[in-house]
């Protein structure tokens, strides 16, 4: 069974572009998270999908950030405009339920110059 | 507030040594789960292991064990006779009951020496 999958693995943009990160969970997982680490800080929570529907965004930092979940399948997170702040590693991980054991991805690594 | 930390950033080991990794966690709620990940050079987070706050029976597995104290709000993991291949970032983490989010720690970066 293939585990979470994101893409792209690395993505080097300058400040003001526009970059969209893809999470693919795991298939028949409900429930899909965004998670992000800032150089060498926790890991921190940004958003819970349960299927399409956003549960919680508490953690997205501002309006730069959009995160879609079409059809309940995979998921986009999209910066725009980039800030040297947003640089990171960006973490997506699945769960069948909501209090389930979440499964992560390799994460993908933004850097924002 | 939640919160959860892990004072040590870094630890190098010889190979054969004992290594504990603390974690020390902070919440008001009376249910919650406590969970250990590694992270491997390869990049994603592997779960090591999931506790309720309500079953203080430390956990052995292997050569990995864990002692989870309310009294003194630790969750501490302790890996015997490390290895090369336990090099890896860990990442304690605490989830409330009414919510998926995880609250992670800063992490501890392990590096076991040959």
């Known amino acids: 069974e293939a585990g979470v999958t994101q893409f792209p693995s690395h993505s080097v943009i300058e400040k003001g572009q526009t970059v969209t990160l893809r999470c693919d969970p795991i298939s028949g997982h409900d429930n899909l998270y965004w998670y992000r680490r800032v150089m060498g800080k926790e890991i921190k929570f940004l958003l819970h999908f349960v299927k399409e529907s956003k549960q919680d965004e508490s953690g997205m930092p501002n309006n730069r950030f959009l995160a879609e979940r079409t059809g309940g399948t995979y998921s986009t997170l999209k910066v725009q405009p980039a800030e040297l702040e947003d640089s990171g590693v960006y973490f997506c991980?699945?769960?069948?339920?909501?209090?389930?054991?979440?499964?992560f991805g390799p994460g993908t690594r933004l850097t924002v110059l | 507030a939640q919160k959860v930390t892990q004072a040590q950033t870094e630890i190098s080991v010889v190979e054969k040594e004992d290594v504990t990794l603390d974690c020390v966690y902070e919440?008001?709620?009376?249910?919650?789960?406590l969970f250990w990940y590694k992270q491997p050079p390869s990049g994603e987070l592997v779960f090591l292991i999931r506790?309720?706050?309500?079953?203080?029976q430390n956990e052995i597995s292997g050569r990995y064990s864990w002692n989870f104290q309310k009294s003194t709000s630790s969750f501490n993991f302790t890996i015997t006779a490390s290895q090369v291949v336990d090099s890896a970032v860990y990442f304690c983490a605490l989830r409330l009951s009414n919510t998926g989010k995880l609250i992670f720690g800063q992490g501890t970066t392990l590096q076991v020496k040959p």
């Open positions: 991980a699945s769960s069948q339920a909501v209090r389930g054991k979440q499964f």
């Open positions: 919440t008001r709620d009376t249910t919650y789960y």
């Open positions: 506790r309720n706050s309500f079953d203080e």
